[in-house]
């Protein structure tokens, strides 16, 4: 497998992940999954920035794991905010 097989599929998969994750978010049910899916969403996109100041940083100046990190920070986001509001 190619780093830039490898770099394409992380930062399409970082993204798609993340958004899962944020789609997770609007249910208090499914929060878990979220979290879950948050982390798995960090890894990911972490390799992919990785990857991209490694190999590709020339070519490209923002990685699609950048995206990824933000939407897979959006549910944790939510879950601190939700514990800090309710708190008594």
């Keep these: 497998m190619s780093h830039r097989f490898l770099y394409k599929l992380l ?7 993340g958004l899962a994750a944020t789609g997770c978010m609007f249910k208090i049910q499914n929060m878990f999954y979220g979290i879950a899916l948050a982390i798995l969403g960090f890894i990911l996109s972490g ?10 940083s020339e070519e490209e100046t923002y990685p699609k794991g950048y995206f990824g990190m933000f939407f897979s920070s959006l549910p944790v986001l939510f879950m601190l905010f939700v514990i800090f509001r309710f708190k008594k």
């Excluded at 930062?11 to 992940?17: E, K, M, N, T």
């Design 47 to 56: 390799i992919n920035v990785y990857l991209n100041t490694k190999y590709y």
């Design 11 to 17: 930062g399409y998969l970082s993204i798609v992940i």
